[in-house]
């Protein structure tokens, strides 16, 4: 799929565009002449190849005038598609762009990094514009909020957060984000072998905390076709995540993405308890061992006499394996609640998030794809749709 479409005579700074966008974001970038301009966006999109792109530079190597006046009658037509012009700076013409419809503006020399940051904000101003059109009356319907948890640590509920927003994106490209939600020692950005430049501290405060626009520009874009909000380098600076901002924070990003997957920490404290008052669903994730299913079962009834299971309930049994003593019967009965989704004890998948890549996104063979298949399907809509499906039913550990 191409997402981005570059007009310039400048092959350098073609070759920075395309830098930009392949390894860490998702889609493919096509270029063409500055002659195309001359035909109007009917001509443009005549000579493009697949769907059509979600972000155009023009520039450099366009005329200013010539490009503003295309941008006035492109944005007209196509107005889902995020307009950005390269130039030289000049104050009269940044007037006249944002008049013609252009949605952001860079310097003929903008290096490959400050490109990835622009294209990233333009790719989801696209996503929001295209969502708005497509549902012009249920522009303000939120996403689906989807709480990773489990009260004991060492469950593999970060390999199965990460794997469920990789799945998720492929449903969804670029309408999923993840949320490290365990601000103290949260795994996300290794796991899904990232380098954040922002962490969700810098995003519940200042600016970011009132203007979705601005809350963006903190998000890490991953090539599967998903963002993450990961979580801060230093251990303090938890501190400074309350209970308050993490429910902000969902809610702006629930309007602007389809699926928040929040990646928690074990536990029930005060920012988890924030997390599953909006939630839409839960994934619990339980090993198969005595401690985790008892802690999985007293986390249960704290939260039936809190009244804060969400509708959505999801049980996924990690590290199944028949040798460990349990049966998935066993589980059942002491949490009280069908098991929905077996992942197998699995070699592969301590090495993939050790490696950062989700078994998920390499589509390497394991016994545990089947597993993280399913659980990504109960999310899919048409699977909700089907005839055949059911929220809970019996599954065995092969």
């Known amino acids: ?24 974001m998702h889609g493919e970038v096509q270029a063409l002449p500055p002659e195309v301009l001359s035909g109007g966006p009917e001509d443009v999109f005549r000579r493009l190849v697949g769907e059509p792109p979600e972000v155009l530079l023009i520039g450099p190597g366009v005329p200013g005038i010539e490009a503003l006046k295309f941008a006035t009658v492109f944005d007209l037509q196509h107005p889902e598609v995020s307009l950005v012009l390269v130039t030289d700076p000049d104050p009269d013409l940044m007037l006249a762009a944002m008049q013609a419809g252009i949605r952001d503006v860079a310097e ?20 929001s514009r295209r969502r708005g059109l497509s549902n012009p009356g249920e522009g303000d319907e939120p996403g689906r909020i989807i709480a990773v948890m489990s009260p004991k640590g060492g469950v593999g509920k970060t390999t199965v957060s990460t794997n469920l927003a990789v799945g998720l994106a492929k449903i969804a490209p670029m309408g999923v984000v993840i949320v490290d939600l365990d601000v103290q020692f949260g795994d996300v950005a290794s796991g899904l072998l990232l380098e954040p430049e922002h962490s969700i501290t810098e995003a519940v405060h200042g600016p970011a905390a009132q203007d979705t626009m601005v809350l963006k520009a903190f998000l890490t874009a991953h090539p599967s076709g998903l963002y993450a909000l990961c979580a801060p380098r ?18 702006q ?80 009965s002491t949490i009280g609640v069908p098991v929905d989704v077996v992942i197998p004890r699995s070699k592969t998948l301590p090495y993939s998030t050790n490696r950062g890549v989700p078994v998920l996104q390499d589509g390497a063979r394991d016994a545990a794809l089947k ?14 749709k089907a005839p055949q499906s059911k929220l809970h039913r019996r599954v065995v550990v092969s």
């Not at 565009?17 to 860490?24: F, K, L, Q």
């Not at 003929?108 to 996503?127: H, I, K, Q």
């Open 253 to 332: 990003l629930s309007h602007e993405f389809r699926y928040v997957v929040v990646d928690t920490a074990p536990g029930l404290g005060e920012r988890n308890l924030a997390v599953l008052e909006l939630a839409t669903d839960a994934v619990w994730v339980c090993g198969m061992d005595i401690p985790s299913v008892r802690g999985l079962n007293a986390a249960f009834d704290v939260l039936r006499e809190l009244q804060l299971v969400p509708d959505g309930r999801h049980v996924a049994l990690n590290f199944a394996d028949r040798r460990s003593g349990l049966s998935v019967q066993d589980v059942e």
């Open 234 to 251: 230093r251990p303090n600076e938890a501190d400074y995540v309350t209970a308050e901002h993490i429910s902000r924070l969902l809610r």
């Open 108 to 127: 003929p020399n903008v290096d490959v990094a400050g490109l990835r940051g622009l294209l990233e904000r333009s790719c989801l101003a696209s996503a």
């Open 1 to 24: 799929m191409s997402r981005f479409l570059v007009i310039t005579s400048v092959p350098d700074f073609e070759r920075r565009v395309r830098a930009a966008v392949t390894g860490s």
């Open 371 to 384: 597993g993280l298949r399913k659980l990504v399907q109960r999310f899919d809509p048409q699977w909700a």
